[in-house]
């Protein structure tokens, strides 16, 4: 029996992606574990395994096309000893907008098709999706079996065509009771201009207009989100760099038979997850109605990629060396660059950093991304004029930050106490590594 491959679900958000590129052609030979394509979602670009194993019959989503939803039909998978009329009984009944997207660029999708090859991915109680093969998911239909009941042997706790075969029969898990209507959605905020107000009132004014890629759409719905929802407030201090700068020379010069080479912003990831362990009520995120008190420093930071930003996280960087947070980081940023990053890598973390001083920015406010607690905001180091302990004027290298806090999450006087903390740990850099 042909199998259906289906747009997976790439992260738990995911509801559609863009499927970038083909890895394999019509009449190709697949093994489980075969990567077959890569997948954009509104982060990433991932690569797709197949999970079964046979020739690809038909492939029903061209390279290229966007919008295609989590669990629509995207190829067409040949068993042994099948030939190519199966993939076009099979893949008659695909969605129509995957299979014309190349075709009409501009045109609006036409709705899917009514008639569904294999059973729709099935959700225990919870509301949790079971993953499990198309073809497993036909079978299990046939003989009347209760996925949530099977334990899957195939890649990540996947449900395969085997898992379904050994099982027996069992009944099927009542299904949840319809939920009670939904209240009425509160009130909207009031909407800005149309796309087409606006551009009429640049009417005659040349202008290119650029479509919206995934990535700028969820951009702008969090930060949107962010700054209507989060109480922000801000908190600001100079800190003193001199002895950090002094410091990092001399451990670069050390370290160069390494291969490493220490930023300032290392010094700063370091200075916020020892800070998160001094302050630990700080280290915390808003989950809703209630707060959740994190153990580990998991410090997320933005990295600026064309088109939009990361924010990967850098998990336990309070138990971490200089050198090794530094080789991560850059690792992450690289990865991030490209488009690479696994959502496990850029999802998490209570804290983030915003380093803009290697473009010169003084200073700036950061928006707190959700569900953090605070971001720090870093700008430039400058030679300023300050007062010494000894009361004599002299030059010193000055970084200006500020400290986006959620009000939900901390107070004031706890932010202070965590700005300190950061802004101590700087400033005696040597006593914040040992």
Request: hydrophobic share 45%; proline share 6%.
């Amino acid at each position: 029996m042909a199998i259906e491959l289906l747009m997976p679900a790439l992260s738990p958000t995911m509801e559609e992606g863009t499927l970038a590129k083909w890895l394999v052609k019509e009449g190709d030979e697949i093994s489980s574990g075969d990567v077959i394509a890569e997948i954009e979602t509104d982060k990433a670009t991932m690569e797709f395994e197949a999970v079964d194993e046979g020739v690809m019959g038909k492939i029903l989503v061209a390279e290229g096309t966007e919008g295609v939803k989590v669990n629509a039909p995207i190829a067409v998978l040949l068993e042994e000893g099948e030939d190519a009329s199966a993939a076009e009984t099979v893949g008659a009944s695909a969605p129509a907008p995957a299979a014309e997207a190349p075709k009409a660029e501009a045109a609006a999708p036409a709705p899917a098709a009514t008639a569904a090859p294999a059973p729709a991915a099935p959700k225990v109680a919870s509301g949790e999706r079971i993953f499990a093969s198309p073809l497993a998911r036909r079978i299990a239909a046939q003989k009347g079996l209760d996925l949530s009941a099977i334990a899957g042997s195939g890649p990540k706790g996947r449900i395969v065509k085997a898992d379904v075969e050994n099982a027996t029969v069992a009944p099927k898990a009542e299904a949840p009771k319809a939920a009670a209507p939904a209240a009425a959605p509160a009130a909207a905020a009031p909407a800005g201009p149309s796309a087409d107000m606006i551009a009429k009132m640049y009417e005659g004014r040349e202008y290119e207009e650029i479509k919206l890629d995934g990535m700028r759409k969820t951009i702008a719905a969090r930060l949107t989100e962010a700054k209507q929802t989060i109480p922000h407030f801000y908190l600001r201090r100079d800190i003193q760099l001199d002895a950090l700068m002094k410091f990092r020379a001399e451990l670069n010069h050390q370290l160069t038979g390494k291969g490493v080479k220490l930023s300032v912003n290392d010094f700063i990831i370091k200075a916020v997850a020892n800070a998160l362990q001094e302050v630990p009520t700080a280290n915390a995120v808003w989950a809703g109605d209630r707060v959740l008190q994190m153990k580990a420093s998991d410090v997320a930071v933005a990295v600026a990629i064309e088109g939009g930003l990361f924010t990967p996280v850098l998990k336990d960087a309070d138990m971490k060396s200089l050198s090794a947070l530094s080789k991560e980081m850059k690792d992450l940023a690289h990865r991030a660059r490209d488009r690479k990053l696994a959502p496990h890598e850029y999802q998490g973390g209570s804290f983030a950093i915003s380093n803009l001083g290697m473009f010169g920015i003084d200073n700036f406010d950061a928006i707190v991304n959700p569900p953090h607690a605070g971001i720090l905001a870093v700008g430039t180091g400058v030679k300023k004029p300050v007062i010494g302990e000894d009361g004599e004027i002299k030059v010193a290298t000055v970084m200006s930050v500020t400290m986006s806090v959620d009000h939900r999450v901390i107070d004031g006087a706890l932010g202070a106490e965590l700005l300190k903390a950061i802004v101590e740990n700087l400033e005696n850099p040597v006593a914040m590594l040992a």
